[in-house]
């Protein structure tokens, strides 16, 4: 039986402990002593297995005042157009709205996520990498949605999915150094047909240059996750496996 949460559970501080439990360590412990420099660098690495994950937050890096303030200010163009009726604190929903206005959403969202999320969590991995003298390491985003369901899961996989098809004039990929993207929430649970109850998410996405050993490396992760979560919490939470092609009917649960 699922039990709503009673406590907000701090995601970077989960996930600290998570990756710790996983074998991983946080970055700033593995850099060497007495840089006259140091860039602005990932989070997490696992040097035995040559790996660096960057963890962000989509409510810190994304759904911030200036995002809020430009999606009212669409919301009351759209309103004026009569594209939509709402009043009040009226919560709008991607997925009902008209398709002019979800496009027009979407641009809004693309741009930020690209700019703010991605690559800028492959430049720090890129610099880390520099850093610790990795330079074949595979990439990971870990990508939190903490609380917020403007973004429903479907719609977060193909933006960040587009994004990381974009290239440069030369035919090269713009975010070369992000082999795999986590998406997952610690405080915010999805609901689907294929599980009995509301559940808790995580969803590990592998491009092409991603390898066998990175896909083993997080699982072994996400399972550290959960087992770190239940902790918290004081009851067991299950884990739940999602196809990509059952996402559509994945929704949050408010």
Wanted: hydrophobic share 40%; net charge positive; proline share 6%.
């Amino acid at each position: 039986m699922f039990a709503r949460l009673q406590m907000s559970i701090d995601t970077e501080e989960l996930m600290n402990e998570a990756i710790s439990k996983a074998g991983g360590q946080i970055v700033a412990s593995l850099l060497p002593p007495n840089l006259a420099y140091t860039p602005e660098n990932a989070d997490y690495g696992f040097p035995e297995r040559n790996v660096i994950l960057e963890l962000k937050s989509l409510q810190k890096e994304l759904f911030t005042p200036a995002y809020r303030e430009k999606l009212r200010e669409l919301a009351f163009a759209w309103r004026k157009q009569g594209l939509i009726h709402v009043f009040g604190t009226a919560v709008l929903e991607l997925k009902k709205l008209p398709l002019i206005c979800q496009r027009q959403w979407l641009r809004l969202l693309t741009k930020s996520l690209q700019t703010r999320v991605v690559s800028k969590a492959n430049s720090q991995i890129e610099q880390t990498k520099n850093l610790l003298n990795m330079p074949d390491a595979k990439g990971v985003l870990l990508l939190a949605n903490d609380n917020t369901i403007d973004l429903d899961p479907l719609n977060l996989v193909i933006l960040v999915s587009n994004i990381l098809q974009k290239t440069h004039p030369d035919g090269s990929a713009q975010y070369s150094s992000l082999n795999a993207v986590t998406f997952f929430s610690c405080n915010l649970p999805i609901i689907s047909p294929l599980v009995s109850a509301p559940a808790f998410w995580w969803f590990n996405g592998h491009r092409p240059s991603s390898t066998p050993e990175l896909s083993t490396l997080l699982i072994h992760v996400e399972s550290c996750w959960y087992g770190c979560l239940s902790r918290r919490v004081g009851y067991d939470i299950p884990r739940i496996h999602l196809p990509q092609n059952a996402l559509e009917n994945v929704t949050f649960f408010r």
